[in-house]
């Protein structure tokens, strides 16, 4: 499988996916302003959005859009246990929670790296997904992940909470996030991926 991405890019999420799945997998890096690889290869040409992530099969066919990767790896990865099976309404939770991330985190957070938006504006965007994360914050009370255990969704909240540190949305009174946070920055795994796309250094 390859894995097309863009350095701390939503791709960073199927990345540590991978990368807990111990599937094995290559990396393709993208610039999304020219839509090139790495090698030079025509970026739209491989998925016409211009968008990361890109899954591409060892069959060549290429699957897109981040929860649905999500849950393909983990599928593949049966037994990690990074999902719950197929049809089970601990599944549903799971689509339940990806959509939530997706939907109110991840397109909340996509204004706000628009360098043409009013600074005014972006303040509106930074209230609104902080009450969005506080949503998170109380279901994360008592548990150590969203699920009780490990799982693809928490990669993709550990990469929302990346975004929050980059864009100044301060979560610091948070304190279940912020627990969530450190939790799953010490998993060598998503070390691994940090390192791999130079967001880490290297011990």
């Known amino acids: 499988m390859k894995l097309y991405y863009a350095p701390g890019a939503c791709s960073l999420s199927p990345h540590i996916a991978l990368s807990e799945s111990g599937l094995p997998f290559e ?18 040409a491989i998925n016409p959005k211009g968008q990361v992530p890109v899954l591409q099969l060892d069959g060549g066919e290429v699957v897109t859009e981040g929860p649905v990767i999500l849950q393909m790896i983990a599928d593949k990865a049966s037994g990690k246990n990074l999902a719950p ?16 991330i997706g939907t109110e985190l991840h397109k909340t957070f996509s204004p ?18 902080t009450g969005k994360f506080k949503y998170v914050d109380d279901r994360l009370a008592g548990q150590d992940f969203l699920m009780g255990q490990f799982g693809v969704a928490d990669g993709y909240l550990f990469v929302m909470l990346r975004w929050a540190d980059m864009l100044g949305v301060d979560l610091s009174a948070m304190k279940n996030l912020m627990a969530f946070k450190e939790r799953m920055a010490a998993r060598p795994n998503v070390q691994a991926a940090l390192k791999k796309e130079g967001l880490l250094k290297a011990a």
């Open 27 to 44: 990396l393709v890096k993208v610039d999304l302003k020219v839509h090139k690889t790495e090698s030079g290869e025509d970026f739209k």
């Open 85 to 100: 099976a197929s049809g089970t309404k601990e599944r549903y939770r799971l689509q339940e929670w990806l959509n939530y």
């Open 112 to 129: 706000m790296f628009n360098p043409a938006l009013p600074s005014e504006v972006k303040e509106v965007f930074k209230t609104r997904v």
